[in-house]
């Protein structure tokens, strides 16, 4: 038998990991950063970082938790939706980018003014945008702290705090060098320790990793009811999931201002492929490596220890049970602190991006002019703000029936900032969509989206084929009543895919 859970010397890694990423984060922020440096970065910030960042940012804890829970109780179908990498990187780093980078846009909102003249796109993109961070947050300081109070008997209220705390701290004072940086240390520490985890529960199966590779030639890598392709679109299989999960992830990477802040950092497009290629080269490592942990506890509880006590433990508390008790002493720690470290990079990010958009495209727009000083004072005021506000919610959360009303809510506000990424596809593979295009896209998909999602019996459509739907509503109806309703001008320079050949031909300073 293992250990018996959470020990003081766990307790004492735990709490020395918080004390270095909060020293790491304040010794990024020595540096006076003000205005483009608080926003996007001095310029050196090397691209391994930044793509690191990513990853770290791309995977909450919700992920860390569930997705060995997905293999333990199933099959592998759910890891096919990582491979929509392959889809959504090449996607990106060839139509998008290119655009991004040569316009030196300030954030994922600032391309929708420039493409469609429309300061009022950019703040609605901007808004919607804040409305679901603030719920994200909140949830993913409240999910992974309950977890943590259950294994370790602390306070999920003091759990809650700190995390909000030290993530506060740092990216208050050093803007978005501090939270790359820090997401860079969180991102390694979650690598090794999901990695380390994984070569320790080998070790405990009889037959190792060969028995693992057995289990899932039966019927655990795919399930008999696991469809390779359905001609049905609306329906669940492994081409539509990459396809779909692909088309997600891509809006993510184009239209969500936590991802392309990200790509503000540089304008050398290829620091940008590179940082695009070791994100997706990562995430389906980590993917492949949850979903063998899965499959790993599955033979250890399921198949050779059906009398442990873990065997009957939910399959998103599995994982988590297996870190506390069959982990060796300060291995368990490192665990912890890597989910840990998964809740802080997310947070951290939400906080520097909202502050970021809240300045840059909201209150900019409002208040023409404003300084450097103005406006990194006011990024810092909102950062501390929404902590606070994610804190409170968080607690609230963990102490009422709050949670499930608000799941229901950042569903909802997923669903509709979902339909953003047709807004950009219309932008950027269209000469003649313009802002009245772009508005009617945007009301009639997310008015789609939400009828399916909550009007249609749940198995009608598949959630796979949300984003191919949205997208193509938007992109369909925009480009349809942009024709009906056109306008004088003409789509600006270098913000379509036709400028593409002449901004990889030009390579010249970017333009503003």
């Known amino acids: 038998m293992g250990k018996t859970g959470f020990t003081t010397i766990d307790f004492v890694i735990l709490v020395v990991y918080l004390i270095l990423v909060l020293l790491a984060g304040l010794l990024f922020s020595k540096k006076d950063m003000e205005g483009k440096e ?159 985890s994984l070569i320790f529960l080998v070790k405990d199966i009889n037959g190792g990793f060969g028995e693992i590779m057995n289990v899932m030639g039966n019927n655990k890598f795919l399930g008999p009811n696991d469809a390779i392709f359905d001609p049905n679109i609306l329906k669940t299989s492994v081409v539509m999931m990459i396809i779909g999960a692909g088309l997600n992830t891509c809006s993510s990477y184009v239209s969500s201002q936590d991802i392309v802040q990200r790509f503000t950092t540089t304008t050398d497009t290829k620091k940008l492929n590179k940082m695009m290629i070791t994100n997706g080269v990562l995430s389906i490592f980590i993917a492949t ?98 902590g606070i506000f994610a804190i409170v919610i968080s607690i609230v959360m963990a102490h009422s029936n709050i949670k499930s009303a608000y799941e229901f809510f950042n569903g909802f506000m997923g669903l509709v900032l979902g339909v953003l990424g047709g807004t950009f596809a219309l932008g950027i593979f269209t000469k003649k969509g313009n802002k009245y295009g772009a508005y009617a896209g945007l009301i009639s998909s997310s008015a789609v989206m939400i009828y399916i999602k909550y009007f249609l019996p749940s198995d009608a459509v598949s959630l796979w084929s949300y984003s191919l739907i949205s997208i193509t509503v938007s992109l369909v109806i925009g480009y349809i009543v942009s024709l009906l309703i056109p306008v004088e001008t003409e789509a600006p320079k270098y913000t379509t895919v036709s400028d593409i050949p002449e901004i990889k031909a030009s390579r010249t300073t970017p333009v503003r």
Do not use: C, H
């Open 289 to 386: 490596a949850f979903y063998l942990i899965g499959t790993g506890l599955y033979v250890y509880y399921k198949v050779q220890n059906p009398g442990d006590a873990g065997a009957s433990i939910p399959q998103d508390q599995i994982y988590a049970y297996f870190i506390a008790y069959r982990l060796p002493v300060g291995m368990t720690g490192v665990l912890l602190a890597a989910i840990y470290a998964a809740s802080q990079s997310t947070l951290s990010t939400g906080l520097n991006s909202v502050a970021t958009s809240w300045t840059l495209d909201i209150q900019e727009v409002i208040t023409k002019n404003m300084d450097d000083k103005a406006k990194t004072a006011l990024a810092r005021s909102i950062s501390l703000g929404v």
């Open 38 to 196: 608080f926003f996007k970065g001095d310029g050196s910030i090397p691209w391994y970082v930044t793509s690191v960042s990513i990853f770290a940012t791309l995977l909450s804890p919700i992920s860390f938790l569930t997705l060995a829970g997905n293999s333990f109780a199933g099959s592998w179908i759910l890891w096919f939706a990582q491979l929509g990498m392959i889809v959504a990187i090449p996607i990106a780093m060839r139509y998008f980018l290119p655009i991004y980078a040569k316009l030196d846009i300030d954030t994922a909102y600032d391309y929708l003014e420039r493409r469609f003249d429309s300061k009022a796109l950019r703040v609605i993109g901007a808004l919607m945008f804040i409305i679901f961070q603030l719920g994200r947050m909140s949830i993913i300081m409240y999910l992974p702290s309950v977890a943590l109070s259950t294994l370790t008997g602390i306070s999920v209220n003091a759990l809650i705090i700190v995390m909000g705390v030290i993530a506060i701290i740092y990216s208050y004072t050093g803007g978005i060098k501090s939270v790359l940086w820090t997401d860079f240390i969180q991102g390694v520490v979650l690598l090794i320790g999901v990695s380390l």
